[in-house]
């Protein structure tokens, strides 16, 4: 079945440098959405990339989908403490099935 | 008005039990769903149900069913409950399925 991989698992930044996360399936997805989740919290809605090779930005945060529609990225510039959460990718393993979550990539940002 | 709610927040029992879970959306959505998040924050979907088909997740063990009285509402009933049970259960809803998620709070099951 379909496996979507995140890297890396955990981020470790100073307040004002800046992070990446990769996320790659095993299969050719149709789309591609990406979540935050504060600590203690629940999976938050941040975007849904559809196009291959598409580039949003939101502020500071811009997302990525490969052109092959197999990877996904999203880089936070100038990292701030209120980025501190898990981001999770996650596709659908085909169109009309619920969506599989990569691990997440946890991200604690110090002052 | 909280668009995806689900209750208890938090429920611990003991092992053998019996426990449900209920789920609430008020989006008008089709599709609702259950996810267990592990202690490693891996997120993983036991369940997706819309008013036509229901999908199991071929590793969920029997003991776990959902259960849907209208389309607002999915509960999810565990029998026999174990101690690796214990996890986060998020319910969730969409319209359509795969599309974008609104996830409830989230219930913490400790089982002890």
């Known amino acids: 079945g379909q496996q979507v991989m995140q890297i890396p698992q955990y981020q470790h930044v100073q307040e004002g440098e800046d992070f990446t996360t990769y996320c790659n399936s095993s299969?050719?997805?149709?789309?591609i959405q990406w979540y935050k989740q504060r600590p203690g919290g629940h999976p938050v809605f941040l975007i849904q990339?559809?196009?291959?090779?598409e580039v949003k930005k939101q502020k500071r945060l811009t997302f990525q989908f490969g052109e092959a529609k197999k990877n996904s990225s999203l880089h936070i510039t100038a990292t701030q403490t209120t980025d501190v959460g898990t981001y999770f990718c996650?596709?659908?393993?085909?169109?009309?099935?619920?969506?599989?979550f990569g691990k997440g990539t946890s991200l604690l940002v110090t002052p | 008005d909280t668009a995806v709610s689900q209750t208890p927040k938090y429920l611990v029992t003991q092992m053998g039990n019996d426990k449900s879970i209920k789920c609430e959306q008020n989006?008008?959505?089709?599709?609702m769903y259950w996810y267990k998040q592990d202690s490693k924050k891996f997120l993983k979907i036991m369940f997706s149900?819309?008013?036509?088909?229901?999908?199991i997740n071929e590793t969920v063990p029997n003991r776990f069913s959902p259960k849907s009285p209208d389309k607002a509402h999915l509960n999810l009933h565990i029998n026999s409950l174990e101690l690796g049970d214990s996890a986060v259960y998020f319910c969730?809803?969409?319209?359509?399925?795969?599309?974008?998620?609104?996830f409830g709070q989230g219930t913490r099951l400790t089982v002890v």
């Open positions: 990339l559809v196009k291959s090779g």
């Open positions: 996650a596709g659908p393993p085909r169109a009309g099935y619920a969506l599989n």
């Open positions: 299969t050719t997805l149709s789309n």
């Open positions: 969730a809803s969409s319209q359509g399925t795969g599309g974008r998620a609104f």
């Open positions: 989006l008008g959505h089709d599709t």
């Open positions: 149900y819309n008013n036509k088909e229901l999908i």
